[in-house]
């Protein structure tokens, strides 16, 4: 079982950057690849970025690809989310997600456990 705490999300102008952080606790932390989804108003849920167990590869919507990084350390049972030059339509909730493999995935499917999510609002 993995719990998972997001945070870091707030109101920010456009062109601002903000980090979350996802802190998970539980068992098995360390061989789960880790993902960033979020939902906007009326839109389904997209994935964001993701990351396998070791850090060593990364994956990337095209949307926010040269914009976010993700990263984790293991020490700390945490997962990033780095958010640069930010707009409007990078406002949503934003997820964090363990995947039940350590490789990494970008469907939601292959994600066992979500956090309650934190909510990230871009103004213009």
């Known amino acids: 079982q993995v719990q998972l705490v997001e945070s870091g999300g707030r109101l920010v102008q456009a062109g601002a950057s903000l980090r979350l952080s996802c802190a998970a606790s539980?068992?098995?932390?360390?061989?789960?690849?880790m993902g960033w989804f979020r939902q906007a108003p009326g839109k389904e849920r997209e994935f964001v970025a993701a990351?396998?167990?070791?850090?060593?590869?990364?994956y990337y919507a095209d949307s926010v690809k040269g914009r976010f990084t993700i990263s984790r350390d293991n020490a700390k049972l945490t997962v990033y989310l780095q958010m640069n030059s930010l707009k409007p339509e990078d406002t949503a909730v934003y997820y964090c997600a363990a995947d039940r493999n350590p490789r990494g995935s970008m469907y939601d499917y292959d994600y066992d456990y979500w956090g309650q999510g934190t909510q990230v609002t871009v103004s213009s």
């Open positions: 990351i396998s167990w070791t850090g060593s590869s990364t």
């Open positions: 539980g068992r098995a932390f360390m061989s789960n690849a």
